[in-house]
């Protein structure tokens, strides 16, 4: 009762911040539209000259996706390091809650904001001329939810080692863009040098971007073409990502147990 | 019985001692001040007895609770207000003290109440649907110590509670904290370098670079020093320093370009040593003696001191900290 109830509070108030910051939330949707409107149009038509067997615009619309749900679970575990410069980590580190409680909820939170987010986002898939059903938005969700609660892990374990947000530069550069570029977002993974297809294996946004492409496009294509485009079945995907989020929950954990 | 009992408490942070051994004990409904420059190691010990630190060595126990082994314990019991503000400045006041009192699981039907009883006890009942980023410093302060309250914890803790308060913010927080003190019977372990405010407290412990270097009630402490303090400005302080030294033999100190000495009977000495003095002197004053001068005499150095080493020291210790602490 007292765990549950104090990562429900912790969630609250994640979620309560969340909906108070406007210019995050209009800020948060640029950068996605920004890799669809500009890298989907710039290629669409090169892509389809050279026999790419999708629609570029559809075929990179999941990663979008995925990108978003990335942005804000990393932006939203990364601002626990604000909460500590701030001086509110100390009021939450200072009260009788577990460790694993505030983790969770700060993980919880994420998924909840990056989940509703995204599905604000997936509102323009007709546009790219992707049509799904309700049966996908309830796959979609618990993805989303899954590769929320995966990065945001991430993104708890470098708060609860970082001291200060200037560090944040060079998290994003260093691992969450590669994290991006690697994860299948732009160009299928199938046929790749093998340095590749071992880093993407580790990296959790692969199996979300995987996942989310196998919901909204797998219907469409005959199967050649989906061996050709998708990696793994929904069950793999899915397995991979709850594996990746309890080591690196465990890990966020261990270290908020510190204090 | 004792609320606060600390054995040997000790707290290093690699080479620097910030911490060095410290021993007391706080009873039931005592008002318990720290009082000491910064850096002396006010705030680590109010970490290490929060829970918010781990001792490196020493015992100190909280509510019958060890502060290491038993921390939820000491958690569910104490009440923070911190130096630095840890409010949420984008939830509303009400909002902040919600998550407070269910963090440390106030019952439901019980929190209006009580959040209403501590709104109106800081004097924010009016302001408690503003988001926290609007309100002033001390309206920040008085909201903390709200926050702090609401759980009813036995003892509170107060880390420089007035730092950067106007005066009569000050007056007021002091009147809620009595009025705590009076009505619940709350347990209060402040830390201060304002003497005036230790003026407050029931018990003292003044500490220096790490260690307690006296324990008493105020008026037991300013009586340690005898009679009267007088100070007296000149040209030429060294001068005047061996002239009160060889002349009258007393333990004569410089502060600032003035001398300072303690005697008896001030009112009966003064007309006698200015009569026969030869250096000369631009001002004198006679008056009790204050915390500033029993802090003076026990550790040679006054509290808020620009060019004593103790600065230096608190500086590095601060370093240290910030580096390790995290």
Not at chain 1, 89 to 116: D, M, T
Request: aromatic share 10%; charged share 20%; hydrophobic share 45%.
């Amino acid at each position: 009762m007292g765990f549950l109830s104090a990562v429900a509070v912790i969630t609250h108030r994640e979620v309560l911040r969340y909906m108070r910051d406007r210019i995050r939330i209009a800020t948060s949707f640029f950068q996605p539209i920004m890799f669809l409107l500009i890298f989907g149009g710039g290629l669409r038509n090169v892509m389809a000259s050279r026999d790419f067997p999708v629609d570029y615009m559809q075929f990179i619309f999941p990663g979008i996706i995925a990108l978003n749900v990335m942005g804000v679970a990393i932006f939203s575990s990364l601002s626990t390091v604000w909460d500590r410069e701030f001086g509110f980590l100390k009021e939450i580190l200072a009260a009788p809650v577990p460790r694993s409680a505030i983790a969770l909820g700060k993980a919880s939170g994420a998924a909840i904001i990056a989940s509703a987010q995204a599905f604000l986002l997936l509102l323009l898939a007709p546009l790219v001329g992707i049509r799904f059903g309700f049966v996908q938005v309830l796959e979609l969700s618990v993805f989303m939810v899954l590769l929320a609660f995966a990065v945001s892990g991430l993104g708890l374990v470098i708060a609860s080692r970082m001291k200060s947000m200037e560090s944040f530069g060079i998290v994003m550069q260093v691992l969450v863009f590669p994290m991006f570029y690697l994860s299948g977002s732009f160009f299928p993974l199938t046929d790749v040098p093998l340095w590749m297809t071992v880093v993407s294996r580790i990296d959790p946004l692969t199996y979300g971007v995987d996942a989310f492409r196998s919901i909204l496009l797998g219907d469409d294509m005959s199967p050649a073409i989906a061996g050709a485009m998708i990696a793994h079945p929904l069950y793999i995907n899915a397995l991979c990502l709850l594996g990746i989020s309890c080591v690196l929950l465990a890990a966020a954990v261990r270290g908020f147990r510190r204090y | 019985m004792n609320v606060i009992e600390v054995d040997s408490l000790t707290k290093t942070f690699g080479e620097i001692t910030a911490v060095a051994g410290i021993s007391f004990s706080v009873n039931q409904g005592e008002i318990f001040g720290f009082l000491g420059p910064n850096g002396a190691g006010k705030s680590t010990t109010i970490s290490m007895l929060s829970t918010l630190l781990a001792p490196t060595s020493g015992r100190a126990s909280v509510a019958g609770f060890d502060v290491a082994t038993q921390r939820d314990a000491v958690r569910k019991n104490i009440g923070l207000v911190f130096q630095d503000p840890s409010l949420d400045d984008r939830l509303t006041a009400e909002e902040n003290l919600r998550f407070h009192a269910r963090l440390y699981q106030v019952p439901r039907d019980e929190y209006r109440r009580r959040m209403e009883e501590v709104l109106h006890l800081v004097d924010l009942w009016d302001r408690k649907d503003g988001l926290i980023r609007t309100f002033s410093g001390g309206m920040k302060r008085r909201l903390e110590i709200a926050r702090g309250l609401i759980h009813y914890p036995k003892v509170l803790f107060l880390d420089e509670p007035t730092l950067g308060l106007d005066p009569q913010t000050r007056a007021h927080l002091w009147e809620y904290v009595l009025r705590l003190k009076q009505e619940r019977g709350m347990t209060i372990f402040m830390t201060t370098h304002y003497m005036n405010e230790a003026e407050y407290c029931d018990r003292i412990a003044v500490i220096d670079r790490g260690k307690i270097v006296a324990l008493d009630t105020p008026a037991n402490l300013k009586a340690s020093l005898g009679g009267d303090v007088i100070r007296m400005q000149s040209q030429t302080p060294d001068a005047l320093k061996a002239e009160l030294e060889s002349r009258y033999g007393k333990d004569v100190k410089m502060e600032d370009g003035s001398v300072y000495f303690e005697v008896d009977n001030g009112g009966a000495f003064l007309p006698a040593l200015l009569k026969d003095l030869e250096t000369s002197v631009d001002g004198v004053e006679l008056r009790k003696p204050t915390l500033e001068d029993v802090f003076l005499r026990i550790t040679g150095h006054a509290i808020r001191s620009e060019d004593s080493s103790g600065k230096e020291w608190a500086r590095s210790l601060m370093r240290a900290g910030r580096g390790r602490r995290g």
